[in-house]
Nanobody, 115 residues
Framework: QVQLVESGGGLVQPGGSLRLSCAAS????????MGWYRQAPGKQRELVAS???????NYADFVKGRFSISRDHAKNTMYLKMNSLKTEDTADYYC?????????WGQGTQVTVSS
């Protein structure tokens, strides 16, 4: 069983920055594809960014050039650095670990971008 705990959300003004963290309960980055998803009120959950076991990274078009995903193997922690935030980035952000042997989600952290 893998546990994921997100942190770092909050209220930020448009144009501001936040860094989200996802702490995993074990060293799983070599076994699981890790991803950040978000879900805005009334909308479906969508992929924001993912990082493969190989380290290959993918971003959704709507965050390219603004968000950066990374991971720290020593700390079993994944990050999402979000710059140039827009009001439309407001959502609950979730950490996900996926592989053929399991699919795990964190509880989410809320990000609100508002002036």
């Amino acid at each position: 069983q893998v546990q994921l705990v997100e942190s770092g959300g909050g209220l930020v003004q448009p144009g501001g920055s936040l860094r989200l963290s996802c702490a995993a309960s074990a060293n799983i980055f070599s076994l699981y594809v890790m991803g950040w998803y978000r879900q805005a009120p009334g909308k479906q959950r969508e992929l924001v960014a993912s990082i493969m076991t190989s380290g290959r990274i993918n971003y959704a078009d709507f965050v390219k050039g603004r968000f950066s995903i990374s991971r720290d193997h020593a700390k079993n922690t994944m990050y999402l650095k979000m710059n140039s935030l827009k009001t439309e980035d407001t959502a609950d952000y979730y950490c996900n670990a996926h592989s053929g042997i399991g699919d795990y989600w964190g509880q989410g952290t809320q990000v609100t971008v508002s002036s």
